[in-house]
Every structure is written in C-alpha cells, then in structure tokens.
C-alpha cells in the first residue's frame, strides 16, 4: 500500500493551533479589529486639531493675534467674570491639551471603555467654550478687538471628532465577536484569554 504525504498546509491557511487540547487563535488574529483601529485613528486625528485649534488665533487686537492661552492668562490676571464655573473652566483650560493624551495612554493599555469615555468628556470640555464663544461673541468687534473665528471653530472641529473617536470607540466593544471552540472562549497565543472589552 502507498502512503502519499499530505502536503503542508500554507500559514495563511492556519488558523488555531492544538494546544493542551484547546483551540487557540493564531497570532495574526489578535490584532485590533478594524472598527477600533478607525476610532484611534479618529481620536488621534481629532487631538492633533483640538491642540493645533488652542494655539491658533482666537482674538484679534488690531494687527496682534492672541491664541486661547494668552486670552485665559489675561482673563485670570483680570478677573471679568465672579463665577465659580467660569473661573475653574479658565483654570482647567491649560490642562485641556495633557489631558487629551490620558485616552491614547488608556487606549495603549487596552482600557477600551475607559479610553472612549474620557475622550467624551474632554471632547465637549473642548467644544462648549468654543461654540460660546462663537455664538455669544461672534463677529463682533469692540475697542478695536475682534473674535478670531479660526481657532474656535478648529478646536469645535477637533473636539467633535475627538467625541465621534471615543463614542466609536465604545461601541467597538459592542461589535466585538466572540467564538467559543468546543465550549472554550477564544484565547491568545500566548495562552491567555484574548483582550475583552474594559
């Protein structure tokens, strides 16, 4: 009787291999599903504009350009406004930009939920003093000073897409597929259980 070798299944081809009598996901299938890999992408995109949108042009004096720092700076050396939630949104303003890197920190460590929540809350941390300004400023000049429209309307610009990345972000959780092989959830190379939704 002839025995005829069975020809090498091709790595592509593979996908699980046997181990202590569990099936467990190659490699290649641990990477990060294409839902999440769009909504990092999103809020990164989103921060990079937000910051850029802070430092650009938000007030105008004659032929000087001042950005959202500068304005705040003034603001608190010359209080204008007795309020306490103004006054703590102008304080926590300068933290805005530390504080956008906190989701692509959680995100490296796979705290999926926690990472889109966050990008919520600073997201329309960003937007809300943007659109007031907007819509309660305007156009409209005073002593020779002017609302510059380009930065608040780049950091609404950011900031909405910062929110859009977190939300999508969040509900890639929900998209996640689990298969369970002969009653065993599907498992990492390396022997652990693959990344969950957090």
């Known amino acids: 009787m002839t025995i005829t070798p069975r020809p090498p299944t091709p790595p592509s081809a593979v996908r699980t291999v046997e181990s202590a009598g569990r099936l467990i996901p190659a490699p290649h299938s641990t990477g990060l599903p294409f839902w999440r890999s769009a909504a990092v992408l999103l809020l990164l995109t989103g921060i990079v504009v937000t910051l850029a949108g802070t430092f650009g042009p938000w007030l105008r004096s004659g032929s000087v350009d001042r950005n959202s720092y500068q304005i705040v700076g003034?603001?608190?050396?010359?209080?204008?406004?007795?309020?306490?939630?103004?006054?703590?949104?102008?304080?926590?303003?300068?933290?805005?930009g530390p504080a956008l890197m906190l989701p692509l920190v959680l995100a490296a460590f796979r705290l999926w939920r926690s990472a889109g929540a966050l990008a919520v809350v600073l997201g329309?941390?960003?937007?809300?003093?943007?659109?007031?300004?907007?819509?309660?400023?305007?156009?409209r000049s005073r002593y020779g000073i002017q609302l510059d429209l380009v930065g608040p309307l780049t950091v609404i610009a950011g900031a909405v897409l910062v929110i859009a990345g977190g939300v999508l972000l969040m509900a890639s959780c929900r998209r996640d597929i689990r298969?369970?092989?002969?009653?065993?959830?599907?498992?990492?190379?390396?022997g652990r259980p693959a990344s969950g939704n957090r």
């Open 74 to 96: 003034a603001l608190q050396r010359f209080p204008l406004v007795d309020n306490a939630a103004v006054s703590g949104l102008l304080g926590a303003w300068p933290l805005l």
């Open 124 to 139: 329309i941390v960003g937007v809300v003093p943007s659109v007031v300004a907007v819509l309660v400023v305007g156009t």
């Open 179 to 190: 298969v369970t092989v002969r009653g065993v959830p599907p498992r990492s190379a390396a």
